[in-house]
């Protein structure tokens, strides 16, 4: 179905041409890799002006709705929506520490309460054979003691978004890769473990890897929040007021 356009209302014409535009992408008149009518075709369909209609098209580019290409045989071509937009926000509130660990940490309970029991719906034999590697690698860090703690948490991350992959839904896992990647420069600023707390947090790591191989959504969903709360109090021991 090719995409046409009726001439924007004048009363909000900026806005309306985005939304006409948009609204062709979403339901399917416009694909993705296809081009967008030419300039002058769309400023006649939509009875705008050269700089109205070039500034709607940085709005949609923006958005992530197209791609504008420079040079012959260039133009607007609608993309493949991703969610980068959103997860770029979420990366900038964590790293700017707009977020306080209660919000953080209440968000990360609900949503990888969720996740792990997604996953443990979802998980196959190879799934659970890799997140046992996973808690290998973690036990081999905290055998280290203090001086594998680094480690211990990068193989803590690993283990959670390898959790969020299981599970198959892709705005959880890129909502849980945003986190991950950003939450350090909160471990740096608040978090003091030694060797006890690692221990207890790889028995947290051990028992979460044990429900979703046994099925057990109701005890993997328990454990994932309980994890998260013994986190977010290490990091509140050292912060309270946060």
Do not use: W
Not at 44 to 73: D, F, N, Q, W
Not at 92 to 114: K, M, N, W, Y
Not at 196 to 210: K, T
């Amino acid at each position: 179905m090719k995409a046409e356009f009726r001439a924007a209302r004048q009363n909000r014409i900026f806005q309306d041409v985005i939304e006409q535009i948009e609204e062709a992408i979403v339901d399917g008149r416009l694909q993705v890799g296809e081009k967008l009518p030419p300039e002058r075709e769309l400023k006649e369909m939509l009875k705008t002006s050269r700089s109205t209609l070039r500034e709607a098209l940085r709005v949609l580019e923006h958005k992530g709705l197209i791609e504008i290409k420079l040079g012959k045989g260039g133009g607007a071509v609608v993309k493949a929506v991703s969610a980068d937009p959103v997860t770029e926000s979420l990366d900038l509130l964590i790293r700017l520490q707009q977020v306080s660990l209660t919000h953080l940490a209440e968000f990360r309970e609900r949503v990888e309460g969720d996740v792990i029991v997604l996953a443990t719906l979802r998980a196959g034999a190879a799934d659970i054979e890799k997140m046992k590697e996973r808690l290998d690698h973690a036990r081999a860090c905290v055998d280290r003691g203090i001086d594998g703690m680094r480690d211990f948490l990068a193989a803590d991350k690993a283990l959670h978004l390898l959790i969020a992959r299981i599970s198959g839904n892709p705005i959880y896992i890129s909502i849980l890769t945003s986190i991950h990647d950003n939450i350090h420069r909160y471990f740096e600023k608040y978090l003091h473990m030694e060797e006890p707390e690692m221990r207890e947090n790889l028995r947290d790591l051990n028992h979460l890897v044990g429900a979703v191989s046994e099925k057990d959504t109701d005890r993997a969903r328990r454990l994932a929040i309980q994890h998260v709360r013994r986190f977010n109090t290490y990091m509140h021991q050292q912060k309270p007021d946060v």
